[in-house]
C-alpha cells in the first residue's frame, strides 16, 4: 500500500496550491492523511459515502469523492468547501491521488514481477504476458549484486535509485535483506571493460554517498527475459567466489573468476584428496605473516625474484632464502612454474576448505 507519508506530501502540496483542507480517508473511515482536523468525527458518514452508488456527493460545507483505481475503492477524499468551485478543485485533487496510487501500484507489480523472475519463479509463457502488460521491453541487461557490508538501510536503497532512475528499462530490487539487484539495460555498453568500470563506479558513489563499504558482482550479459535468472546467479556466484579467494577485490565479473569458480565447485573429499596428493600427510594449516606476504609478493610479481625483493624491502640473497626454506617445508620450489601453479591451485583450494568449514560450522551454531 502506498505509504501515508507520500500521501500527506501530496494533500500539502495541493493546500499549498489550492489553499483549501483537505482530508483523505480509506473505505472504513481511518484517516490515512489530512492537512487540518476536522471539527467532528466522520467516520460514519464516509462509511455511509463509500456504501453509496454516489461517486462525488456535498454535505454542508464539506464535499466527498470518490478514489478508485480499475474498479476498486481505494480512498475517499473530504474536502473541506462546497460549491462548483469546490467540485472542480476536488475533482483535481482526487485525479492526482489516483494517478499517484496507480503509477505506485505499477511499481509494484513491476517489482514483484522482477522479483520472481531473477528466483525462476515465472513459466516462460506467464512471463511474457505479464512482461507485455507491465510494458517491459526486451533488452540486453545484465545483473549486478551489490553487498552491502552489514545490514542495508532505506538510504542505500534510495543512493542506487536515484543512480539509475533515468534509465526506463534498469530495475532495482531486492530479495534479501543484504543484497540490493540491479538489472541494468546494456544496450549502449560495449566492452568488458566498460562494464567493470560501471561495477568500481557503483562501488566508488555507494562509499561517497551512501558511506558504506559494499561489493559488487556481476553476471554475463542476456538477451532474454528468462536468462535474467541465470545473470542473478551468475553475479551471486561471482560474489561467493570472490569473498573466498579475491577478498582484496570491490568489484567482480563472473566471467573472470578464472579457476576459482572450478574450485568453488568441488566437493570437500576431492579438495582433501587433491591436498594429500601435493603436500603428503603435512598439509600445512597456516603460515606465519612473513611466509604469507613473501608468496603473495612472488605471485604477484609474476615469479621475478628482483622486484619482489624491492617490494618487500629485503636483498635478494634474503628472499631467495626464504623461498628455499619455503620448499624444504613444502617439497614445492615455488620459483618453477609448474610448482608454483601447483602450489597457488592448493592455496585456492585450502581457502574453499576452509570456507565450507565455516559453513557447517555456523549452520550447526543455528541448530542448536
Not at 502540496?13 to 472504513?28: F, T
Not at 608468496?295 to 626464504?322: G, M, P, W
Amino acid at each position: 500500500m502506498l505509504s501515508n507519508h507520500k500521501l500527506q506530501a501530496t494533500l500539502a502540496e495541493i493546500k499549498e496550491i489550492a489553499r483549501i483542507d483537505l482530508v483523505l480517508y480509506n473505505e472504513k473511515g481511518k484517516v490515512a492523511a489530512s492537512t487540518y482536523e476536522p471539527e467532528e468525527d466522520m467516520s460514519s458518514i464516509i462509511v455511509q459515502f463509500a456504501q453509496s452508488m454516489a461517486e462525488s456527493q456535498t454535505i454542508n460545507q464539506y464535499h466527498f469523492f470518490k478514489i478508485t483505481v480499475d474498479g476498486q475503492l481505494e480512498y475517499i477524499l473530504l474536502e473541506h468547501m462546497a460549491g462548483e468551485e469546490a467540485y472542480v478543485i476536488g475533482k483535481l485533487a482526487a485525479c492526482q491521488i489516483r494517478n499517484l496510487v496507480t503509477a505506485y501500484r505499477e511499481q509494484f507489480d513491476r517489482n514483484n514481477f522482477m522479483q520472481n523472475l531473477l528466483l525462476g519463479n515465472m513459466l516462460v509463457v506467464d512471463m511474457y504476458n505479464k512482461a507485455k502488460k507491465l510494458h517491459i521491453e526486451q533488452a540486453q541487461r545484465v545483473v549486478f549484486l551489490i553487498d552491502v557490508d552489514g545490514k542495508k538501510d532505506g538510504a542505500v536503497m534510495e543512493t542506487v535509485k536515484n543512480f539509475f532512475s533515468v534509465q526506463t528499462r534498469d530495475f532495482v530490487t531486492e530479495v534479501d535483506e543484504r543484497c540490493i539487484i540491479l538489472v541494468k539495460d546494456v544496450e549502449d555498453i560495449d566492452t568488458e571493460e566498460e562494464l567493470s568500470e560501471l561495477a568500481e563506479m557503483i562501488v566508488a558513489n555507494l562509499h561517497t554517498e551512501a558511506m558504506v563499504p559494499v561489493r559488487v558482482g556481476y553476471g554475463n550479459r542476456v538477451d532474454q527475459l528468462q536468462d535474467l535468472c541465470r545473470s542473478y546467479q551468475e553475479a551471486r556466484m561471482a560474489l561467493e567466489v570472490g569473498r573466498i579467494f579475491y577478498a582484496d577485490k570491490e568489484s567482480l565479473s563472473y566471467s573472470r573468476l578464472g579457476i576459482g569458480r572450478l574450485i568453488y565447485q568441488l566437493p570437500v573429499s576431492l579438495c582433501e584428496m587433491f591436498l594429500r596428493e601435493v603436500f603428503g600427510e603435512r598439509i600445512p594449516d597456516v603460515f606465519d605473516e612473513e611466509t604469507t606476504v613473501t608468496i603473495q609478493k612472488f605471485f604477484d610479481n609474476n615469479l621475478n625474484i628482483s622486484e619482489t625483493a624491492r617490494q618487500l624491502y629485503v636483498h635478494r640473497n634474503t628472499l631467495v632464502y626464504r623461498l628455499e626454506r619455503i620448499e624444504k617445508a613444502l617439497g614445492l620450489d615455488i620459483r618453477a612454474f609448474e610448482d608454483a601453479m601447483l602450489f597457488k591451485i592448493a592455496l585456492m583450494v585450502m581457502a574453499h576448505m576452509n570456507d565450507q568449514k565455516h559453513v557447517v560450522n555456523d549452520t550447526e551454531n543455528d541448530v542448536n
